[in-house]
């Protein structure tokens, strides 16, 4: 069993929690927003024995509670979005403390396989000017930031194909919806669209869990989609 700390206690962390145990995961520490304001929750003490610790919180929150875990010597799985402007910042605090971090705007596998049809799809279209790419998101209510990390990522990885153009991003905050994510391009002919629809939560639980397992006795920072190309024997 891996001692886990989970910080983010919202549906997400919930998730986590009941899975972790049919993963091979023991929960040791769970911490909601009010029991770890500004960081202050993570301490030597409540850490003792935790090999992993897993954050989906707010990107306010967040970047403070790597500095705080890694300072502990715990490597990290990091869901929470919003942050990546610190990224140069948060590689020295991991390199610096000696952990390992695996970082994701969307741990599912099946998105991080639609990432690398995302880059197939633009390759291809790219020669072609009469398409035009676009891309779509839709989640739940509650989802706090728009456009979602996992678009901003789709985007980030084609606009290499499209120097020229934008790519716009329309997100749409409605309802209970996991999470849908459409990749299109439209021409006055004809539209060809991939489309990624979450229909809960376990995948996004599943690949973080996966990332929990593969990043404990790792050193640097990764994303998943390292993670899935290096598997089990990296």
Not at 55 to 72: G, K, S, W, Y
Not at 89 to 116: D, M, P, T
Not at 124 to 142: C, G, N, S
Not at 183 to 206: C, I, K, N, P
């Amino acid at each position: 069993m891996i001692n886990l700390a989970l910080l983010g206690y919202g549906k997400m962390g919930k998730t986590l929690a009941q899975l972790a145990p049919q993963r091979g995961f023991e929960v040791r520490l769970v911490m909601d927003v009010d029991a770890n304001a500004q960081g202050r929750g993570i301490t030597r003490e409540k850490f003792q024995g935790i090999e992993v610790c897993v954050d989906f919180t707010t990107p306010d929150a967040v970047v403070e509670n790597i500095h705080r875990v890694a300072a502990l010597g715990v490597n990290l799985v990091v869901g929470t979005t919003g942050w990546h402007k610190h990224q140069a910042q948060v590689r020295k605090v991991i390199e610096h403390a000696g952990v390992g971090l695996v970082y994701a705007a969307n741990f599912s596998i099946g998105v991080n396989l639609f990432y690398r049809l995302a880059r197939a799809a633009a390759e291809i279209f790219a020669p072609f000017p009469m398409y035009d790419p676009f891309l779509t998101e839709t989640h739940h209510k509650m989802k706090k930031d728009a456009p979602s990390g996992t678009a901003l990522e789709i985007t980030r990885q084609i606009q290499p194909y499209f120097a020229d153009r934008d790519i716009p991003v329309a997100s749409v905050r409605a309802g209970y919806i996991p999470g849908v994510h459409e990749l299109g391009f439209d021409s006055e002919a004809d539209t060809v669209v991939l489309r990624h629809t979450a229909r809960g939560r376990q995948g996004f639980a599943e690949g973080a869990l996966y990332a929990a397992r593969w990043v404990v006795g790792k050193k640097g920072l990764y994303s998943f989609a390292d993670v899935l190309e290096l598997g089990a024997g990296g």
